[in-house]
């Protein structure tokens, strides 16, 4: 069956490096979505990708989609103390495959 | 607000005993989850719905029911047969398509002694 594997596990930066976290998956996805949840809290909604070599930003963070559509990844330029949390990549139907996350940690 | 709403946010329970988890939406969302997380850990569905009065098991079902006898609700019953029961529960919702997002509620932490 299809799986995600999420690397790397756990990140530690010093506030102001960049960060990036790799969703890669064993067979090509429709879609690829990403969620950040802070400690203690819920998942939230990120962004979405759909299209083959997809680039999105958001203020500091950039999200791309592979060219064969099994990978993406998550940078997050010059991190701060707010990006700390757990991102997640998701991907599938109704039965949905999260990867098991990137925890972050930015120390000040 | 639309927002989806777990509760109770901490729960505690005796080993034995079935509880109840309860989950509310008024986002006029079609589709609803419960997820699993242990410390650490990622997200594991336990039960999805896309319909009222339809639910289909995740990959951890066992020990675990759900109902959906209405369109904003989705309870979760944690039973007996459930052997480590102990974790955090979240509900999520979403219009249903692959591609629809998904809402989270504020999860129930449940532990069992």
């Known amino acids: 069956g299809q799986q995600v594997m999420q690397i790397p596990q756990y990140q530690h930066v010093q506030e102001g490096e960049d960060f990036t976290t790799y969703c890669n998956s064993s067979?090509?996805?429709?879609?690829i979505q990403w969620y950040k949840q802070r400690p203690g809290g819920h998942p939230v909604f990120l962004i979405q990708?759909?299209?083959?070599?997809e680039v999105k930003k958001q203020k500091r963070l950039t999200f791309q989609f592979g060219e064969a559509k099994k990978n993406s990844s998550l940078h997050i330029t010059a991190t701060q103390t707010t990006d700390v949390g757990t991102y997640f990549c998701?991907?599938?139907?109704?039965?949905?495959?999260f990867g098991a996350g990137t925890r972050l940690f930015v120390k000040a | 607000d639309g927002g989806i709403t777990q509760s109770p946010k901490y729960l505690f329970r005796k080993e034995g005993q079935n509880v109840t988890l309860s989950c509310e939406q008024n986002?006029?969302?079609?589709?609803m989850y419960w997820y699993r997380q242990d410390p650490g850990q990622g997200l594991r569905l336990i039960y999805y719905?896309?319909?009222?009065?339809?639910?289909q098991k995740g990959d951890i079902a066992e020990g675990y029911s759900v109902s959906r006898e209405k369109k904003e609700s989705f309870p979760l019953t944690v039973t007996s047969a459930q052997k480590n029961p102990t974790a955090f529960y979240l509900c999520?919702?979403?219009?249903?398509?692959?591609?629809?997002?998904?809402?989270f509620g504020n999860g129930t932490r449940l532990t069992v002694t």
């Open positions: 998701r991907t599938g139907g109704f039965k949905t495959i």
């Open positions: 990708l759909v299209k083959s070599g």
């Open positions: 999520a919702s979403n219009f249903g398509p692959e591609n629809s997002p998904l809402h």
């Open positions: 719905s896309q319909i009222v009065n339809d639910f």
């Open positions: 067979t090509t996805l429709s879609n």
């Open positions: 986002l006029n969302h079609d589709a």
